[in-house]
């Protein structure tokens, strides 16, 4: 078990495409976590799933954005038509039942040009 | 609403000096504190949580609920322990946590 795992390292995109992150957690962690971190920022809480289901997303998040669990293991972040204030490191945690303890991946760093 | 606030965004000792990096919380019920850290080019991890009143690597947080803060402690600090400290909380009914700003910790040699 290597741990979280998110997938692409690093995007670059124009202004107005639309672009898509996978995340694979730790196997067996029911829960998983999508949070945005911006430069001398803490990571912001964007949503989170229990198995398949999402069960709280953030009121700050605008409609662009969208997340599946599909099968209660890995999750999919769209974001569509891409804005230059997107830009951050998308960062994806897993949780087993143990409270408290997050387990990150090593994030996605999202640059639109 | 909840809210984490870690006053300090750099806090620089020498090695050797005692540390405190310091996090208030707001929150109306009954909160779960947690530290974590990120050091230089690692993921973010675990360091401690109040429920288990646990000292890691000589780090210890006692929860105040009457000032509402959950400082992080270390009477020593080593230059290992140079790295960003997030405070982080969650709320009963919920699994969301919210993180702070961070503090950068520098231990000069």
């Known amino acids: 078990d290597t741990g979280v795992s998110q997938d692409p390292r690093h995007k670059i995109t124009k202004r107005g495409q639309n672009v898509t992150f996978r995340c694979d957690p730790i196997s067996e962690h029911n829960r998983l976590y999508w949070y945005r971190q911006t430069l001398g920022q803490g990571p912001e809480f964007l949503t989170y799933f229990q198995n398949e289901a999402q069960l709280e997303k953030s009121r700050l998040l605008s409609d662009r954005f969208s997340a599946e669990r599909p099968k209660g293991s890995f999750s999919t972040l769209e974001i569509q038509r891409t804005e230059q204030g997107d830009s951050a490191m998308y960062l994806c945690?897993?949780?087993?039942?143990?409270?408290?303890?997050?387990?990150f991946g090593s994030g996605t760093q999202l640059s639109v040009l | 609403a909840q809210r984490v606030t870690q006053p300090e965004k750099l806090l620089s000792v020498f090695k050797g000096a005692p540390v405190e990096l310091k996090c208030n919380y707001s929150y109306s019920g009954s909160p779960e504190l947690f530290w974590y850290v990120q050091y230089s080019r690692q993921r973010l991890q675990l360091l401690l949580r109040h429920i288990s009143r646990e000292s890691i690597k000589g780090f210890t947080a006692d929860l105040n609920k009457g000032e509402t803060s959950f400082h992080l402690k270390k009477p020593f600090a080593q230059e290992e322990d140079s790295a960003m400290y997030y405070c982080?909380?969650?709320?009963?009914?919920?699994?969301?946590?919210?993180f702070g700003t961070g503090t950068r910790l520098k231990v000069l040699a």
């Open positions: 945690a897993s949780s087993p039942v143990d409270r408290g303890k997050l387990f």
């Open positions: 982080a909380l969650s709320g009963s009914g919920t699994y969301k946590y919210i």
